[in-house]
C-alpha cells in the first residue's frame, strides 16, 4: 500500500463514456479493447489521468449507472483481462486511471437486490431501503420525487412493500444505514484499488444518507423529499469512514458528484483535514443557463452571472478544499454554442475562449470526449433518436403539457444523449467510431469536426487544448497561486490572474463578437503573450482573442 499524495493537483483528466469512445469489434458498440486503440491519442493531447464511466456488468438501465456486478465487465465491454490490460497500457503512458464508483444505488438485477425481494427474510433485504406502502400497499410509503422526473418508490409485485430508488426503477437506493453495506462497499474499493486503479469519481456520493423519518414532504412538486436525502445526516460521518478505513491506505483521489450541495457543505466535504473527499463537481456554473439548476428551463446566457458562480466557487474553497474544473461531461449537453461559444462564424476562437476561461483557474480540470474537437450538440428531431432514460421519463411529463412541440424542441436540445454520440474520428460513414451502424446515430457533423481534421490542422482546438495542457503540467503559479477575478462585472471579457511569489499569470478573454478594447490589458506587455489565438495583438481584441500573460 502506497503513501497518499496530492498528486491530483497535477493532473488532467480526460472523461471517457465507453460505449460511446471506439468500437474495437464493430459491434456498434464502444469497448475496452477500443479504448486500448485509442491510447496514444491521449497521450499526444497530453493528459494524464483517464476517468471512464462505468463499465461494470450491467443490464445497462442508465448505460451501466445500474451496476449488477461490481467485481466484472459488462461483456459487450470486454473481459476482466481487458480491462487490466488496458490499465497496464495507461500506466506505462504516464496516464493514471480513476473508475465511476456507483454505490447510492445498485441494479434491480444485483444477486442482493433479487434475494432482497424474494424472500423477506433475507440477509439481503436490509440491503435496501424497503417500507410498506400505504392504503394496503396501492400507494407508495410518502411522496418523494426522485431525479428522473418520476416518483422516488416502486412496488415490489403486489405486496404492501416499496423500494426507494430516486433514478430508474432499475436502480434501487442502498441502506447505507446498515453497516454490511458500508463493509461491502469498502471491500469493492479495495478489490480495484489492489488491482491498479487510481481513485474514483464518486457519482451522486452525497444522496447516500437519508434522514430516517420517511414522513411525505409539501408541496409535492420536482424533487419533493430532497431534504430528506440530499446530504443527509450521516454523510460525512460515511465518507470519512470510507476514507478511513480504506482510501487514506492508498495513493488514490476521489471526487463526488455531489448534486445541490451547498457552499458550506462543499467546504466540509473537500477539507483535507476531515479526510472525506479531495475534491467535489460544483455545478453552479453549468446551471447558469437555467433556472433554479432545472435545464429544462433554460434562459438567455450571460457571461457575468458565469464569470461570479465559478468566482464563488474559487474564493469558497480558497485554502479550504480543491475546485475540478469542468465545462462538460455525459450528463451535460455539448459546451459549443453554450457558455458564450458560437456556432458557425468565430465557433473555433470562442470554444478556446471558453477553454481558457475555465482551465487555469485553481483546480484539477476535465475534459470530456469530444470537448477538444469541438463536438457539438447532436441536433435531434425525434425521441425516437434519444436512448437516455431521463429523456424518455421528461417526454412523458412534457406530453401533457401545452405547447408541446416547444418543449420537446428543448428536450432534444439538453438530452444528456447530446454528450452521448459516438466519438468522431474522421469523415467516414460511422466517423471511424466503428464500421457498423452505433447504438447511437452518429452526429451530422463529423464531415468537418473529427480527430483526422482536427490532427492535421495546427490552428485547431485541439491544439489549442494541448497548449493550455502543456502549460499547466509542473506550473505552479497555476496549481498554487492565489486567484483573483479582473473586471467582473465587464459582459464582454473573462479575465483572471493566478499570482505565486513575484511570478503571475493573466488571462484575458473576449466573449464578442466585435473587435472591443478591455482597459487593463494596457497594463500588461504582449511580449510577455505564452499562449494566443491570434498572432498579432493590437489595441483592441479581436472576436473571442484570447491572451494568456506569463510575467516572471
Known sequence: MNKKTNWFKDAIIYQIYPRSFCDGNNDGLGDIPGIISKLDYLKELGVNCVWLSPVYDSPQCDNGYDISNYRDIYPPFGTLDDFKKMLSEMHKRGIRLIMDLVVNH???????????????????????????????????????????????????????????????????????????????????????????????????????????????????????????????????????????????????????????????????????????????????????????????????????????????????????????????????????????????????????????????????PFIYEGQEIGMRNAEFKSLDEIDDVESHNIAKILSKFPFKKKFMNLLYEVSRDNARTPMLWDDSEYAGFSIVKPWLRVNPSKDVINVKNALSNKDSLFYFYKKLIEFKKNNKVIRDGEFKMIAINNPYFFAYERTLNNEKVVVVASFSKKERKFAYSNKLNSNDIVISNYENHGERFKPFEVRIYHIK
Not at 423519518?213 to 443527509?232: C, E, H, Q, V
Open 106 to 364: 445498485t441494479s434491480s438485477e444485483h444477486v442482493w437486490f433479487k434475494s432482497a425481494i424474494s424472500d423477506k427474510n433475507s440477509p439481503y433485504r436490509d440491503y435496501y431501503i424497503i417500507r410498506k406502502g400505504k392504503k394496503n400497499g396501492k400507494k407508495p410509503p410518502n411522496n418523494w420525487q426522485g431525479f428522473f422526473g418520476e416518483g422516488a418508490w416502486s412496488r415490489i409485485g403486489d405486496s404492501e412493500d416499496w423500494y426507494l430508488r430516486l433514478f430508474a426503477k432499475g436502480q434501487p437506493d442502498l441502506n447505507w444505514e446498515n453497516p454490511k453495506v458500508r463493509e461491502e462497499v469498502k471491500d469493492i474499493l479495495r478489490y480495484w484499488l489492489d488491482m491498479g486503479v487510481d481513485g474514483f469519481r464518486c457519482d451522486v456520493i452525497n444522496l447516500i444518507s437519508k434522514k430516517q423519518d420517511f414522513k411525505s414532504r409539501f408541496p409535492a412538486i420536482a424533487l419533493t423529499g430532497k431534504d430528506a436525502y440530499i446530504t443527509g445526516p450521516r454523510l460525512h460521518e460515511f465518507l470519512h469512514e470510507l476514507n478511513v478505513d480504506v482510501l487514506s491506505h492508498y495513493d488514490c483521489m476521489t471526487v463526488g458528484e455531489t448534486v445541490l450541495a451547498t457552499k458550506k457543505e462543499n467546504i466540509l466535504l473537500t477539507d483535507p483535514k476531515r479526510e472525506e473527499l479531495d475534491m467535489i463537481f460544483n455545478f453552479s456554473h453549468t446551471d447558469s443557463d437555467n433556472f433554479f439548476g432545472v435545464k429544462y428551463f433554460y434562459r438567455k446566457f450571460k457571461l457575468t452571472r458565469f464569470k461570479r458562480r465559478l468566482n464563488n466557487q474559487q474564493e469558497n474553497l480558497k485554502g479550504r478544499g480543491w475546485n475540478s474544473l469542468f465545462i462538460e461531461n455525459h450528463d451535460q449537453r455539448r459546451s459549443v454554442g453554450r457558455f458564450g461559444s458560437v456556432l458557425g462564424e468565430y465557433e473555433t476562437q470562442s470554444s478556446e475562449a471558453l477553454a481558457a476561461s475555465y482551465f487555469l483557474l485553481q483546480g484539477t
